[in-house]
Nanobody, 124 residues
Framework: QVQLVESGGGLVQAGGSLRLSCTAS????????MGWFRQAPGKEREFVRA????????FSADSVKGRFTISRDNAKNTVYLQMNSLKPEDTAVYYC?????????????????WGQGTQVTVSS
């Protein structure tokens, strides 16, 4: 049984920081590319960042480039999203996903497994 569990969300003021974690079980973690997406009310799920299975290649949405950093610790089956300089427009539910695909990483349909999400709210 595959499970992805996000944690670390919360309420933060603009300019602040949060670190999200996603811990996986039931899969060979080091074989999967891991992605972070977010979804605000009334909007489609949006790609944020992704990292390949060994952590040497990352991908980023333009909206978070220079502010958000993705990393992974395969020994802990965990992927992280370090979010700095947060803005109100970053407010959303943040989801992690897992995929064995090597293409289409910007699209939610590429990811076979998802967590339940963690809420991030940034106040102005």
């Amino acid at each position: 049984q595959v499970q992805l569990v996000e944690s670390g969300g919360g309420l933060v003021q603009a300019g602040g920081s949060l670190r999200l974690s996603c811990t996986a079980s039931g899969l060979i973690f080091s074989s999967y590319t891991m992605g972070w997406f977010r979804q605000a009310p009334g909007k489609e799920r949006e790609f944020v960042r992704a990292i390949n299975w060994i952590g040497g290649i990352t991908f980023s949405a333009d909206s978070v480039k220079g502010r958000f950093t993705i990393s992974r610790d395969n020994a802990k089956n965990t992927v992280y999203l370090q979010m700095n300089s947060l803005k109100p427009e970053d407010t959303a539910v943040y989801y992690c996903g897992a995929t064995v695909a090597r293409d289409g990483l910007l699209f939610p349909r590429t990811y076979a497994y998802w967590g339940q999400g963690t809420q991030v709210t940034v106040s102005s």
